[in-house]
């Protein structure tokens, strides 16, 4: 598994930046909230969509590490926003974004099993 890590963790985020970037376009449909500036997910939600294309892209040899630090962070944003809705009450708006962070987890920990270095002479 750990060859094809880096290649798991691009598909991953490249699907996930397609995703988030699908629904900043598409939801207006939704009531638009996402794109008001006074949502305060605005920026990290933005950055989501940069940081996970632009790391899917990059060259394998820097690509693992970029994709650990996009994957996470997309993570955090969005286990933050699933804290959010819980707190709120609205078990069932937050519940859906593990659909995001379980791949977000398991793509960021391929990447890093595909760094894993043997010591020398072993």
Do not use: C, K, Q
Request: no cysteine; net charge positive; hydrophobic share 60%.
């Amino acid at each position: 598994m750990s060859r094809h890590g880096v290649l798991v963790a691009r598909l991953v985020a490249g699907f996930l930046a397609l995703f988030m970037a699908a629904y900043f376009a598409t939801d207006n449909f939704g009531g638009g909230s996402v794109r008001r500036l006074d949502n305060p997910f605005l920026v990290p939600d933005l950055l989501i969509v940069v940081l996970l294309g632009s790391s899917a892209a990059l060259p394998r040899r820097i690509a693992a590490p970029a994709l650990i630090f996009s994957l996470a962070w997309s993570a955090a944003v969005w286990a933050t926003s699933l804290a959010h809705w819980l707190v709120d009450g609205e078990v069932g708006r937050g519940l859906g974004h593990l659909a995001l962070v379980l791949p977000a987890v398991l793509a960021a920990a391929a990447a890093a099993a595909s760094t894993r270095r043997e010591p020398a002479g072993l």
